[in-house]
């Protein structure tokens, strides 16, 4: 199988983008898989999620972008086959800093096709869709949006849905898309009602099966700096993420 490349997206924030790829990356490990995240968001939560530091880092996907540093050069180990490109704030420049060199949307694309040896690289892009996320899904095979269990969930979505769509017409055209429900509550009616309106919306064919449930577990692993499978392996969080990796495996296989 080749490596699938997913960029997980969506400019709006608080709907577990992040707590999504750290332990979607981790269970991925947990089933025999080798993984590669990549933090592509200057706020540097994913990096945060893993224990480290981003202002401590020498090199991070900034050098890689920015300078041609090689990603192997860049990447820090955080678990069995499990590995990270970190981010921090100086990331953020990047974004004005890629308009001005050449090929400044297939960048990202040019360092991963450089990698061998993994079987998924995720990417956790920033909440917001300018270069770094045009960056991510001109690179991905599939892209994956977490979207929150509440009112307003579809608002916002088409502006990440022509994004998509200007990075098929403009070379990646075989990339796909999947939702999946955050933050779920089942005790809740407008949870329940916006997860039968995705589900609607988008069809089976377009969401995955598994729903990540509210859990206060989830919150406290990031805070901790382990994925949730390490933290506290028997929570909902856990099962829900576990299942979730589960998914997109069975999905590359088909």
């Known amino acids: 199988m ?3 490349i997913a960029a997980f997206a969506n400019q709006k924030g608080g709907v577990a983008k992040t707590t999504s790829v750290a332990n979607v990356g981790a269970c991925l490990a947990r089933h025999g898989q080798k993984v590669l995240l990549v933090d592509l968001d200057p706020q540097g939560n994913l990096t945060e999620s893993f224990g480290i530091n981003p202002d401590l ?3 991070t996907i900034y050098d890689s972008l920015i300078e041609g540093v090689a990603l192997k050069n860049v990447l820090v180990g955080v678990g069995e086959r499990l590995d990270l490109i970190p981010a921090n704030t100086h990331l953020a420049g990047a974004e004005s800093e890629l308009l001005n060199l050449p090929e400044k949307n297939t960048r990202l694309k040019k360092l991963l096709g450089r990698v061998s040896g993994y079987d998924y690289i995720l990417i956790d892009c920033p909440p917001s869709l300018g270069q770094l ?3 991510a ?3 991905a095979h599939r892209i994956y949006i ?3 269990s509440e009112f307003f969930a579809l608002k916002g979505l088409q502006k ?3 994004t998509i769509e200007f990075a098929k017409v403009h070379g990646n055209k075989g990339l796909t898309k999947k939702i ?4 779920f509550d089942g005790r809740i009616s407008i949870c329940r009602d916006v997860l039968g309106q995705l589900k609607i919306h988008f069809g089976a064919g377009e969401m995955f099966d598994t729903v990540i449930r509210k859990n206060i577990t989830l919150v406290e692993a990031s805070a901790s700096g382990k994925p949730i499978v390490d933290y506290r392996p028997a929570s909902h969080g856990a099962a ?3 299942g979730l990796a589960a998914e997109i495996i069975m999905e590359g296989a088909k």
Request: aromatic content about 8%; glycine content about 0%; proline content about 4%.
């Open 2 to 4: 080749r490596t699938c």
């Open 133 to 135: 996320t045009v960056n």
């Open 146 to 148: 977490p979207v929150q």
């Open 57 to 59: 880092q020498d090199k």
């Open 180 to 183: 999946f429900a955050t933050l």
């Open 160 to 162: 990440l849905l022509q």
């Open 137 to 139: 899904l001109m690179s």
């Open 240 to 242: 829900d993420y576990m």
